[in-house]
Structures are given as structure tokens and as C-alpha cells.
């Protein structure tokens, strides 16, 4: 409101200045046991509210730094959580980022399409093959003979003892192994631009037998961004196999010969339970827009290098032998479930108002704000956004446009970013708007949702029934798993786990799939004892334990079925109830190859006992 706007030199230096200023309150007040008044979210608090508010999967928070933390081991310590200048301008960028990728302009994406046949992968592989596989079921078919006879009958004759990853006939029993190379585009698949049919079920296949990978080459046809559908038809290979296939998907490209990457792509893995005689179709849905891509995709042709092209894959992860099948594989991009999506029709609803900019302008804050700044926006604060909205109109393009700038600072707003703690000085209790926020950013680590919001604007919160009520139904919310992640990963230290390499010459093969569960256990484990309402006790010794078929092996348990956590029973004899005995507490605390007693000792006073040993004492 100045007549004499600040310079951005004058900025910086009074961002800086407040920031010191609240790290020292802050530092003030936790030595002399208190409370701060407010804190900034953290890393992942950010990324959850903005997901939750904007109905995004995206995680906008990966270009932010890492917190720190405290020396009780937690990141939402309020005096480490201080804002720079350069923060605040990665803020601003964000909100502007996520807004636009919120919202769609013009007519919906025409999407291109891949569908794939193993027959024809098969026939692009060896057509001789694909020749007399079908030769030879039609003689099966016109002359009536055994598969056998049919077989003895067949010019060239192609193994049917096929173990590890192969395209296989189920009719003659015969395979062929696959092929794939990066040079040349060889192996490279072409887009269309009209949606396949989806073929009847084929008895060509592709067996993907554990710890085996099956590579298609999807060329450059992908777009920019989007979300991409990888869809497959498949089924277990065998009903002999007492375990169900597991299929990871991943993304990646090779642009020449020492620059290969693949990144895990989909938020989730996929257990085959279909029969072999029914399969069933299976999907997964990929962010083109947060997961590497080939960097030369639009500066070399297909067929020359650097190569281009981008491959995914689909891994079978099962550590017992359980094989799975395919038969067909499609995938489209971009894929949208409506037009305009529903993360725009979140902000740009449908309202009679929508011919006037000013009532239509006023009705998307109002609506924007009060689920953003958790709490209805005030008078003057909405007169604000609309003076600022009235400045950019004229600058932009559209409507749409000058909204998402005026978005934008709601979501850059310390509002937005600060968690408020009020009404504790003078001894009043928080408002029930407060309480919404201080339930879900516990429970959640994100934003009250409208259940919240609305009996947080009745008044009813503070009822011990309601609010017992909403406390059960936050926990029950699959959100709650947020909670069981990053307290657990956080009260016990646990990114040490993330950086530990086991030296294979001291403890032999040591695969990503057990690590993997390793790293799950004790979140596992937490949330269990969280969900069912366990005693604490648990923490320290429990008749049972979490773990999937390879940490059962591992763990020389009885045989368990699956790659999912999952409650298993323990005799006495076990000894491997509670959190002081899982091996990826164990391990973290040693080097990779040999354990470490003290490091170990240490662990467990500071992080499970609260009874850290004493410094060292001088010149030691």
C-alpha cells in the first residue's frame, strides 16, 4: 500500500530479515519448551496439498531442496522450516507450473495408439517361425491330426523346451526367444493415430518367466507430455505354480551404447491372478511430463544416432517361480478419463456466472481460497485478488490466463504455505478451522477435504463425537498410509537404509526385491500396529510380523505368497517379533559388510529409548 513501491534488492533483503527473525523466535521458544506459532510445510506436506487440491498425481515438490532435520530426527520442527528468498520465488513458480498443468485450453489431445499382438512381435522377430506355427495349426485343424502327428509333419521345426523368456505358440508348444537392439530402429514400433480393436484372446504369447524382462520399443511417438496407458492381456503361464506373477513396469531409452536408463514407471505393480484359460486386462498409467525421456527425441531421426527411440518393459519381480503371459499389449497417449478433465473443472467450474469475469472471477476465489487457505477468505482479502485480477486482465491473452497469475499467489501465499498455531497465547482454544488443519496435516500430511472444511464452517468439530468420528474416518482414508511413512521413516532414522550398498563378496547375491521389502517392513509394521490399534508394546516384541515371500525366505519363515506385506503368525522359536529385529533396522547400521554394536547401541538409545549417551567428554 506504499506510494514508493519496494525495489527487488529491498525485497530480498526484508524476506531475509523476517526469516532470521522467526528461525530465532522459533529457536527461543523450543529451548524453553514451547510451541511455535506457525511453520512451514514441509517438502511433503507440500506435495500432498497440492495434489489434493488440484486433484493432480504430479509431485511438485521434487525441484524444492531437502529439509533437515531436527535433532529429535523429524522435518515439521518449526525451526528449521524458515523461508529464503529463493525459496519463495521457487514457490511462485510451482504454484504457476501447477496451475497450468491443472488446466486445458482448446480442443482435447488426439491421442496416438499402440497395439501390439505377440504374433506379430513374434513375426517381426523370425517370420518363418510365425509361418509354420500357423501351418501347422492348420493342418491340426483341415486334416484332423494330434499335435504331434502335426508337429513330425513341419518343415522346419522350432524348440518346444524353451526355460527362460520366450514367445511360445500354445498350440504346437514351440517358442522362440526374443530380440531387441537399440541401433537402427530395428525393433521399433509405429503409432497410429486410430484406436485398435481390441483382438480375441490368442494362444501366442510371450512367457515371462521371475526375474525376467520383456522389452517393447515404442520409437519417438510418445508425446511430451500426458498421461500415458500401458495396457496388457494377461494370465499366469501355469496353474502348477502356487505363487501369482508379479509385473513391474518400466520406462527408459537408449541413446548409445553407455547410456542406458530405465526408471520405474506407474505408481503400482500388478499381480496377475487370471487363469491361463481366461486372461484379463491389466493397466498402468505413466506421467510423461516426470519421467526421463530420451533427450534426443527431437533432434535425431529414428534409425540413427544418438538413437531416439524409447523402450518400457514389464519385469516379472516374483522371487518364487511363478511365470506370467501375454498376449497382446496396448498403449495410448495422452489418455483422459473426461474433457475438460476434472482437475479443471475443480477451479473453472460450470456457474451461471460464467459470461460475467467479475462474478464469475469472485465465485472461483471464493470457492479457491477457502479450500487452499484452509478457512474462508475474508472480505478484504478477496477484494485484493480482485483489484490484482483487474490490474492483469489487460495484460493477458484470456480470462483463464490472468486467473491462474491471481491463483498463483494464493498458492504462493504464507496462507497457503505457513501452518497457523493460534489462539494459545491468551489461553483461548483454536478455532475449529484450525482443528480441521491440524487433524489432516497430522493424519494426512495435506489439506482438510470439504467434509472437514464443512463442519469445521458449522461449528461442530469441537463435538468429542463428531470429532471422534472424523479421527476414525481419517484413519480409515487409504491417505493415512502418509502418516505411517514418513513418521516411521523419520522417528527411526531410516534414510540411512536408503544409501546402504551390501558388499556382495561378504554376503553373495543380495537383490533389489528383498531390499525393497526391507525398506517397507518397518512402515508396514507401523502401520499395522497403527490400524488395528496395537499396543506399543508390539514396537519391542510381537507374536507376528510383516513381510512378503522374499523377506519370508529370507527370514526362513514358512512359505508366504506374493510380493505384498502381509501379517504372518510366529512361533516362539522365531524371534523375529517387533522392530529390534528386522533386518532393514539391522542392516542400516552397519557398513554393507560388517556390523557396528556401537552404531547399533547408539540407535537404539536416541531413537527408541529417548535416552541419547552423553557427548564425549573433551579433547575425545
Same mark, same amino acid.
Given at each position: 500500500?506504499?506510494?514508493?513501491?519496494?525495489?527487488?534488492?529491498?525485497?530480498?533483503?526484508?524476506?531475509?530479515?523476517?526469516?532470521?527473525?522467526?528461525?530465532?523466535?522459533?529457536?527461543?521458544?523450543?529451548?524453553?519448551?514451547?510451541?511455535?506459532?506457525?511453520?512451514?510445510?514441509?517438502?511433503?506436506?507440500?506435495?500432498?496439498?497440492?495434489?489434493?487440491?488440484?486433484?493432480?498425481?504430479?509431485?511438485?515438490?521434487?525441484?524444492?531442496?531437502?529439509?533437515?532435520?531436527?535433532?529429535?530426527?523429524?522435518?515439521?520442527?518449526?525451526?528449521?522450516?524458515?523461508?529464503?528468498?529463493?525459496?519463495?520465488?521457487?514457490?511462485?513458480?510451482?504454484?504457476?507450473?501447477?496451475?497450468?498443468?491443472?488446466? /486445458?485450453?482448446?480442443?482435447?489431445?488426439?491421442?496416438?495408439?499402440?497395439?501390439?499382438?505377440?504374433?506379430?512381435?513374434?513375426?517381426?522377430?523370425?517370420?518363418?517361425?510365425?509361418?509354420?506355427?500357423?501351418?501347422?495349426?492348420?493342418?491340426?485343424?483341415?486334416?484332423?491330426?494330434?499335435?504331434?502327428?502335426?508337429?513330425?509333419? &513341419?518343415?522346419?521345426?522350432?524348440?518346444?523346451?524353451?526355460?527362460?523368456?520366450?514367445? +511360445?505358440?500354445? /498350440?504346437?508348444? &514351440?517358442?522362440?526367444?526374443?530380440?531387441?537392439?537399440?541401433?537402427?530402429?530395428?525393433?521399433?514400433?509405429?503409432?497410429?493415430?486410430?484406436?485398435?480393436?481390441?483382438?480375441?484372446?490368442?494362444?501366442?504369447?510371450?512367457?515371462?518367466?521371475?526375474?525376467?524382462?520383456?522389452?517393447?520399443?515404442?520409437?519417438?511417438?510418445?508425446? #511430451?507430455?500426458?498421461?500415458?496407458?500401458?495396457?496388457? +492381456?494377461?494370465?499366469?503361464?501355469?496353474?502348477?505354480?502356487?505363487?501369482?506373477?508379479?509385473?513391474?513396469?518400466?520406462?527408459?531409452?537408449?541413446?548409445?551404447?553407455?547410456?542406458? /536408463?530405465?526408471?520405474?514407471?506407474?505408481?503400482?505393480?500388478?499381480? /496377475?491372478?487370471? %487363469?491361463?484359460?481366461?486372461?484379463?486386462?491389466?493397466?498402468?498409467?505413466?506421467?510423461?511430463?516426470?519421467?526421463?525421456?530420451?533427450?534426443?527425441?527431437?533432434?535425431?531421426?529414428?534409425?540413427?544416432?544418438?538413437?531416439?527411440?524409447?523402450?518400457?518393459?514389464?519385469?516379472?519381480?516374483?522371487?518364487?517361480?511363478?511365470?506370467?503371459?501375454?498376449?497382446?499389449?496396448?498403449?495410448?497417449?495422452?489418455?483422459?478419463? &473426461?474433457?475438460?478433465?476434472? %482437475?479443471?473443472?475443480?477451479?473453472?467450474?460450470?456457474? !451461471?456466472?460464467?459470461?460475467?469475469?467479475?462474478?464469475?472471477?469472485?465465485?472461483?476465489?471464493?470457492?479457491?481460497?477457502?479450500?487452499?487457505?484452509?478457512?474462508?477468505?475474508?472480505?478484504?482479502?478477496?477484494?485484493?485478488?480482485?483489484?490484482?485480477?483487474?490490474?492483469?486482465?489487460?495484460?493477458?491473452?484470456?480470462? &483463464?490466463?490472468?486467473?491462474?497469475?491471481?491463483?498463483?499467489?494464493?498458492?504462493?501465499?504464507?496462507?497457503?504455505?505457513?501452518?497457523?498455531?493460534?489462539?494459545?497465547?491468551?489461553?483461548?482454544?483454536?478455532?475449529?478451522?484450525?482443528?480441521?488443519?491440524?487433524?489432516?496435516?497430522?493424519?494426512?500430511?495435506?489439506?482438510?477435504?470439504?467434509?472437514?472444511?464443512?463442519?469445521?464452517?458449522?461449528?461442530?468439530?469441537?463435538?468429542?463425537? !463428531?470429532?471422534?468420528?472424523?479421527?476414525?474416518?481419517?484413519?480409515?482414508?487409504?491417505?493415512?498410509? +502418509?502418516?505411517?511413512?514418513?513418521?516411521?521413516?523419520?522417528?527411526?532414522?531410516?534414510?540411512?537404509?536408503?544409501?546402504?550398498?551390501?558388499?556382495?563378496?561378504?554376503?553373495?547375491?543380495?537383490?533389489?526385491?528383498?531390499?525393497?521389502?526391507?525398506?517397507?517392513?518397518?512402515?508396514?509394521?507401523?502401520?499395522?500396529?497403527?490400524?488395528?490399534?496395537? %499396543? !506399543?508394546?508390539?514396537?519391542?516384541?510381537? #507374536?507376528?510380523?510383516?513381510?512378503?515371500?522374499?523377506?519370508?525366505?529370507?527370514?526362513?519363515?514358512?512359505?508366504?505368497?506374493?510380493?505384498?506385506?502381509?501379517?504372518?503368525?510366529?512361533?516362539?522359536?522365531?524371534? +523375529?517379533?517387533?522392530?529390534?529385529?528386522?533386518?532393514?533396522?539391522?542392516?542400516?547400521?552397519?557398513?554393507?559388510?560388517?556390523?557396528?554394536?556401537?552404531?547399533?547401541?547408539?540407535?537404539?538409545?536416541?531413537?527408541?529409548?529417548?535416552?541419547?549417551?552423553?557427548?564425549?567428554?573433551?579433547?575425545?
Amino acid at each position: 500500500d506504499a506510494d514508493e513501491p519496494l525495489l527487488d534488492i529491498e525485497k530480498s533483503q526484508l524476506v531475509d530479515w523476517l526469516a532470521g527473525e522467526i528461525q530465532r523466535a522459533s529457536q527461543v521458544r523450543r529451548s524453553e519448551q514451547g510451541h511455535t506459532s506457525f511453520r512451514r510445510m514441509t517438502r511433503y506436506e507440500y506435495r500432498y496439498a497440492l495434489q489434493d487440491l488440484l486433484g493432480l498425481p504430479h509431485d511438485f515438490s521434487r525441484d524444492l531442496p531437502p529439509e533437515t532435520a531436527s535433532e529429535d530426527g523429524f522435518q515439521n520442527s518449526s525451526e528449521l522450516l524458515q523461508m529464503t528468498v529463493v525459496q519463495f520465488e521457487q514457490y511462485r513458480q510451482l504454484a504457476r507450473k501447477a496451475l497450468k498443468l491443472a488446466t /486445458v485450453r482448446g480442443e482435447q489431445p488426439e491421442p496416438v495408439y499402440y497395439g501390439i499382438s505377440m504374433r506379430e512381435a513374434a513375426q517381426a522377430i523370425n517370420p518363418k517361425y510365425t509361418a509354420n506355427v500357423e501351418g501347422t495349426r492348420q493342418r491340426i485343424a483341415e486334416e484332423g491330426l494330434a499335435v504331434e502327428d502335426a508337429f513330425e509333419q &513341419q518343415g522346419e521345426k522350432f524348440p518346444r523346451d524353451h526355460k527362460g523368456l520366450h514367445f +511360445r505358440d500354445l /498350440v504346437t508348444g &514351440q517358442g522362440i526367444g526374443p530380440k531387441w537392439g537399440y541401433g537402427g530402429a530395428k525393433y521399433a514400433w509405429t503409432p497410429t493415430l486410430t484406436k485398435p480393436e481390441l483382438p480375441p484372446v490368442s494362444p501366442d504369447i510371450v512367457v515371462i518367466p521371475k526375474n525376467a524382462k520383456y522389452i517393447i520399443d515404442v520409437g519417438y511417438g510418445l508425446p #511430451d507430455s500426458g498421461n500415458m496407458r500401458v495396457r496388457i +492381456r494377461a494370465a499366469r503361464y501355469s496353474t502348477e505354480d502356487k505363487n501369482q506373477p508379479t509385473l513391474r513396469l518400466f520406462f527408459g531409452n537408449q541413446a548409445s551404447n553407455d547410456s542406458r /536408463v530405465a526408471v520405474r514407471a506407474g505408481e503400482h505393480d500388478i499381480t /496377475v491372478t487370471a %487363469s491361463p484359460d481366461e486372461p484379463a486386462l491389466y493397466h498402468w498409467d505413466v506421467r510423461l511430463s516426470e519421467i526421463a525421456r530420451n533427450a534426443y527425441r527431437h533432434i535425431t531421426k529414428l534409425g540413427d544416432l544418438p538413437n531416439p527411440a524409447e523402450f518400457l518393459y514389464f519385469q516379472n519381480i516374483s522371487s518364487s517361480k511363478a511365470a506370467a503371459q501375454i498376449d497382446y499389449v496396448e498403449v495410448t497417449a495422452p489418455t483422459f478419463d &473426461q474433457w475438460p478433465p476434472a %482437475s479443471h473443472t475443480r477451479i473453472f467450474f460450470e456457474s !451461471v456466472n460464467q459470461a460475467d469475469e467479475e462474478a464469475y472471477a469472485h465465485e472461483i476465489l471464493n470457492r479457491f481460497m477457502r479450500r487452499a487457505w484452509r478457512r474462508p477468505a475474508m472480505a478484504a482479502e478477496l477484494d485484493q485478488k480482485m483489484a490484482l485480477l483487474a490490474k492483469l486482465r489487460p495484460q493477458c491473452e484470456s480470462f &483463464q490466463e490472468a486467473m491462474i497469475e491471481v491463483l498463483a499467489t494464493v498458492l504462493s501465499s504464507p496462507k497457503f504455505l505457513y501452518l497457523v498455531r493460534a489462539g494459545q497465547e491468551d489461553g483461548q482454544g483454536i478455532s475449529d478451522f484450525e482443528l480441521a488443519s491440524r487433524l489432516t496435516f497430522f493424519l494426512w500430511s495435506s489439506t482438510p477435504d470439504d467434509d472437514l472444511l464443512n463442519l469445521a464452517a458449522e461449528g461442530k468439530l469441537h463435538d468429542p463425537a !463428531v470429532l471422534e468420528g472424523q479421527i476414525q474416518r481419517l484413519l480409515d482414508h487409504p491417505k493415512a498410509q +502418509r502418516f505411517a511413512k514418513h513418521f516411521t521413516r523419520q522417528w527411526l532414522g531410516m534414510e540411512l537404509l536408503d544409501f546402504l550398498k551390501v558388499d556382495a563378496k561378504a554376503h553373495g547375491k543380495f537383490d533389489p526385491i528383498l531390499m525393497e521389502a526391507m525398506r517397507d517392513e518397518p512402515v508396514a509394521f507401523f502401520g499395522h500396529v497403527l490400524e488395528q490399534n496395537r %499396543s !506399543v508394546m508390539d514396537f519391542l516384541h510381537a #507374536d507376528y510380523a510383516m513381510v512378503n515371500d522374499r523377506l519370508a525366505r529370507h527370514y526362513r519363515l514358512p512359505e508366504v505368497m506374493g510380493v505384498g506385506l502381509q501379517r504372518v503368525n510366529l512361533l516362539p522359536g522365531h524371534r +523375529r517379533g517387533g522392530l529390534l529385529t528386522q533386518a532393514g533396522l539391522l542392516a542400516m547400521n552397519s557398513d554393507g559388510k560388517d556390523s557396528h554394536p556401537l552404531k547399533r547401541g547408539i540407535w537404539l538409545l536416541e531413537r527408541i529409548l529417548n535416552d541419547p549417551p552423553p557427548p564425549p567428554p573433551p579433547a575425545v
